[in-house]
């Protein structure tokens, strides 16, 4: 939940409430980067009886699919970050 700062000493908690939420954020991409990834690798070779226009699903999956996530990843942060720190700013020029 968002802090509503009201003086000078709530400033310290928006910067810890700002920190919090880009700390789970960051964790939980994380995570789902490295699940991904690590699932693609560990069941490559299952993966690989598969084929999807003549590829390899498991080769597929490693070469093409994980870069794109890292790309949506990357630019879901970003939106999320950037938002973020609009809010914030919003909330400390309320501080007297």
């Not at 009201?6 to 964790?27: A, G, I, K, M, N």
């Not at 990834?37 to 390899?56: D, F, H, K, Q, R």
Request: net charge positive.
């Amino acid at each position: 939940m968002m802090p509503t700062p009201s003086s000078p000493d709530d400033q310290e908690e928006l910067v810890l409430w700002y920190w919090r939420r880009t700390r789970r954020l960051t964790f939980a991409l994380l995570l789902l980067w490295f699940a991904f990834n690590l699932g693609a690798a560990w069941y490559a070779e299952a993966l690989n009886t598969i084929s999807v226009g003549g590829v390899p699903l498991g080769f597929l999956l490693l070469s093409t699919a994980s870069p794109l996530l890292f790309t949506v990843i990357a630019t879901v942060y970003a939106i999320a970050i950037n938002r973020w720190e609009r809010q914030a700013r919003r909330l400390d020029d309320r501080i007297p």
